[in-house]
């Protein structure tokens, strides 16, 4: 029997909205300056808010919003924009026209097998069109560290063996080299944000909105083993991220960025 995929809860997701889309804006901030895509696509939407940002930006374009949570595409829709929201997985998508814009904010690191899906995505790409990702350096990063310790020590360590958590990002010059066959102008550097959060346990509070979600979804008929599961966690991570004097957490949070144009046609358009 197959295990039911780790749940987004948007309100949890949402606690820390502005710390998260941090990133997200400063992604956008990358693109070319004379990009006008008709086609877009924002793969892992979550709530929706990038690709109505898109689609204000760019009105005349198509904009898609692709994800696979219904819960967060809930969210989407109330926005009213006109976006098409889909319910999908990144995996499987292959679009019907090729994109001029591929936006995916924190979602590809979720995915396993990069060396082949980044030159998948960017092969969607029609000539001239822009893959703009942002993933967090997760799996490299203390808290994740710690989190992955406190699950393989406890008696919950059996029940969390064998479930998926964010894996290793490739190094740079492997994503480099993963696209370099097909675009051009290909930009990758990363950022430490130091994230104040503010709140109780914030931390915890931070990855229950994310990287916790598989543990949780593996410990849900467990309410006991679970609440005992965060507990250790959380006096785990308040002893690595202790509170300062003005009652707030520091949370510093490495994240790659990758923006890549796939080449144009020979007469130098960006046109099909």
Not at 47 to 66: C, T
Not at 72 to 80: C, F, G
Not at 204 to 209: N, Q, S, T, V, Y
Request: charged letters at 25%; proline letters at 8%.
């Amino acid at each position: 029997m197959t295990a039911a995929p780790p749940a987004w809860d948007p309100r949890q997701y949402r606690r820390f909205e502005a710390e998260r889309d941090r990133a997200a804006l400063d992604l956008l901030l990358r693109l070319p300056d004379d990009l006008e895509p008709r086609e877009i696509w924002d793969l892992g939407c979550g709530a929706g808010q990038h690709a109505a940002l898109l689609k204000r930006r760019h009105p005349q374009a198509r904009a898609h919003g692709l994800d696979s949570s219904a819960g967060m595409l809930e969210q989407a829709r109330a926005l009213a924009t006109d976006v098409v929201w889909l319910e999908g997985d990144i995996a499987g998508w292959r679009p019907e026209r090729p994109a001029d814009l591929i936006l995916a904010n924190a979602s590809l690191q979720w995915l396993p097998d990069h060396a082949s899906l980044l030159p998948r995505l960017a092969a969607a790409l029609a000539p001239g069109g822009v893959l703009a990702v942002q993933m967090p350096l997760a799996h490299e990063s203390r808290h994740h560290g710690i989190m992955r310790a406190t699950a393989a020590r406890g008696p919950w360590a059996e029940r969390l063996r064998d479930v998926d958590v964010i894996a290793p990002l490739l190094a740079p010059e492997a994503y480099y080299d993963g696209l370099a066959a097909l675009c051009e102008d290909i930009d990758i550097w990363s950022t430490t944000y130091l994230h104040v959060l503010e709140g109780e346990d914030a931390v915890l509070e931070w990855m229950k909105g994310t990287a916790l979600r598989p543990h949780l979804t593996a410990l849900a008929d467990d309410p006991a083993m679970r609440t005992a599961y965060l507990s250790a966690l959380a006096d785990a991570l308040s002893a690595a991220f202790p509170r300062r004097p003005d009652g707030r957490t520091l949370l510093p949070f490495p994240r790659l960025f990758l923006v890549a144009r796939r080449r144009r046609s020979p007469g130098g358009g960006a046109g099909r």
